[in-house]
């Protein structure tokens, strides 16, 4: 007779895919602190343990990834060291495939290093992890939306000239409340004419709805990220879900921790709503550390907080599949593999760990 699962168990065997996770909002305490005394950064303990409290209502996440851009990334092996403490960290949940973000125009404007610098290190740590770990990492290169249309393409154009396996598309990240999507319409034209794949974080601050369907309709992305002002819009929310749009949502998203109060935070965030439009939602952890959250907890959350059930983690983790930029042959696979050992942990789970 199989012994029964816990909750927590199951949801830590889960097989998983990762989609939204920022390399620099991953780095372990330890390494951040390590880079301060190497470097000498202008950085306090006082400011690094600010830097890793969350607390009710998350701050300073940006002004970490900002630091580590001016100050601590000097070197391939630096990006190696935190590429690999992600995926090592990653997969110790079970994360088989890891699609990660990295800003290179902060690393080349504030700190000095090249693209193609940072790349070598970078695609070591996910040779490295893959051979140590067995998970399977690719970076997806983010467009800082702080700095100007015109450094977006010459970061896409960076990405073109040092094509590899290990990077597959590009994002877009930071500050949406005044940089709209349609700011960085060509660098997504030069990206798509590359054979890149594209995403972006829209819909992520309270912003409107209209930036996720630019997003869509002008940047023709094939994912969106965070996206939860889009439940403002049924009929195009509906649209998104007949074209299988896959949405990365993120349970510890800091704007809605911020703004919504804590007795009604979980009641009345988007996500709770999504797949009732139908979207296609899929939860990551978005900056582990920074964040306080592991992709086991990731995926708690959305039973604890959100209220979903198996039937719906189920069909999040194919979301995830589908979502995820590979090969056909390969979503089949992972489809069937998943699916089975879902079932099969399913078998186990304790009749009492939903009650």
Same mark, same amino acid.
């Given at each position: 007779?199989?012994?029964?699962?816990?909750?927590?168990?199951?949801?830590?065997? #889960? $097989?998983?895919?990762?989609?939204?996770?920022?390399? #620099?909002?991953?780095?372990?305490?330890?390494? &951040?602190?390590?880079?301060?005394?190497?470097?000498?950064?202008?950085?306090?303990?006082?400011?690094?343990?600010?830097?890793?409290?969350?607390?009710?209502? $998350?701050?300073?996440?940006?002004?970490?990834?900002?630091?580590?851009?001016?100050?601590?990334?000097?070197?391939?092996?630096?990006?190696?060291?935190?590429?690999?403490?992600?995926?090592?960290?990653?997969?110790?949940?079970?994360?088989?495939?890891?699609?990660?973000?990295?800003?290179?125009?902060?690393?080349?404007?504030?700190?000095?290093?090249?693209?193609?610098?940072?790349?070598?290190?970078?695609?070591?740590?996910?040779?490295?992890?893959?051979?140590?770990?067995?998970?399977?990492?690719?970076?997806?290169?983010?467009?800082?939306?702080?700095?100007?249309?015109?450094?977006?393409?010459?970061?896409?154009?960076?990405?073109?000239?040092?094509?590899?396996?290990?990077?597959?598309?590009?994002?877009?990240?930071?500050?949406?409340?005044?940089?709209? $999507?349609?700011? &960085?319409?060509?660098?997504?034209?030069?990206?798509?004419?590359?054979?890149?794949?594209?995403?972006?974080?829209?819909?992520?601050?309270?912003?409107?709805?209209?930036?996720?369907?630019?997003?869509?309709?002008?940047?023709?992305?094939?994912?969106?990220?965070?996206?939860?002002?889009?439940?403002?819009?049924?009929?195009?929310?509906?649209?998104?879900?007949?074209?299988?749009?896959?949405?990365?949502?993120?349970?510890?998203?800091?704007?809605?921790?911020?703004?919504?109060?804590?007795?009604?935070?979980?009641?009345?965030? $988007?996500?709770?709503?999504?797949?009732?439009?139908?979207?296609?939602?899929?939860?990551?952890?978005?900056?582990?550390?920074?964040?306080?959250?592991?992709?086991?907890?990731?995926?708690?959350?959305?039973?604890?907080?959100?209220?979903?059930?198996?039937?719906?983690?189920?069909?999040?983790?194919?979301?995830?599949?589908?979502?995820?930029?590979?090969?056909?042959?390969?979503?089949?696979?992972?489809?069937?593999?998943?699916?089975?050992?879902?079932?099969?942990?399913?078998?186990?789970?304790?009749?009492?760990?939903?009650?």
């Amino acid at each position: 007779m199989l012994a029964a699962l816990s909750l927590d168990d199951f949801l830590l065997r #889960l $097989p998983k895919v990762e989609l939204h996770c920022h390399l #620099l909002g991953s780095v372990r305490r330890e390494t &951040f602190a390590d880079l301060v005394r190497r470097t000498g950064a202008p950085i306090s303990e006082e400011e690094i343990t600010a830097f890793y409290t969350r607390g009710e209502k $998350p701050v300073g996440v940006l002004r970490v990834l900002r630091a580590l851009d001016a100050w601590l990334l000097r070197t391939a092996d630096d990006f190696h060291r935190l590429c690999y403490e992600y995926l090592e960290d990653a997969a110790r949940h079970q994360v088989r495939y890891a699609e990660f973000f990295w800003n290179p125009t902060g690393t080349a404007q504030e700190g000095g290093l090249p693209y193609a610098q940072a790349l070598q290190g970078i695609r070591r740590a996910i040779a490295d992890a893959e051979h140590d770990h067995g998970i399977v990492g690719r970076l997806v290169p983010a467009i800082d939306r702080e700095a100007t249309p015109e450094a977006a393409l010459e970061m896409v154009r960076w990405v073109t000239q040092a094509r590899c396996d290990e990077v597959i598309g590009i994002g877009i990240d930071y500050r949406e409340t005044d940089r709209p $999507p349609e700011l &960085f319409v060509h660098a997504y034209q030069a990206a798509r004419r590359a054979g890149l794949k594209t995403t972006a974080h829209a819909g992520e601050f309270g912003t409107s709805w209209k930036n996720v369907r630019t997003a869509v309709e002008l940047l023709k992305v094939d994912r969106i990220d965070h996206g939860y002002t889009v439940i403002d819009a049924p009929d195009f929310a509906r649209s998104c879900a007949e074209r299988g749009i896959v949405f990365t949502v993120v349970p510890t998203n800091s704007y809605y921790l911020r703004v919504l109060p804590p007795e009604r935070w979980a009641l009345d965030h $988007p996500i709770r709503q999504m797949p009732g439009l139908g979207l296609r939602v899929h939860p990551n952890t978005d900056d582990p550390t920074l964040h306080h959250v592991t992709p086991t907890q990731a995926w708690r959350m959305m039973v604890q907080d959100f209220g979903f059930g198996l039937d719906d983690l189920r069909q999040f983790m194919l979301n995830g599949v589908e979502g995820a930029w590979v090969d056909e042959a390969t979503r089949r696979d992972w489809r069937t593999r998943f699916a089975a050992e879902f079932d099969g942990l399913r078998a186990q789970l304790a009749a009492k760990a939903l009650a």
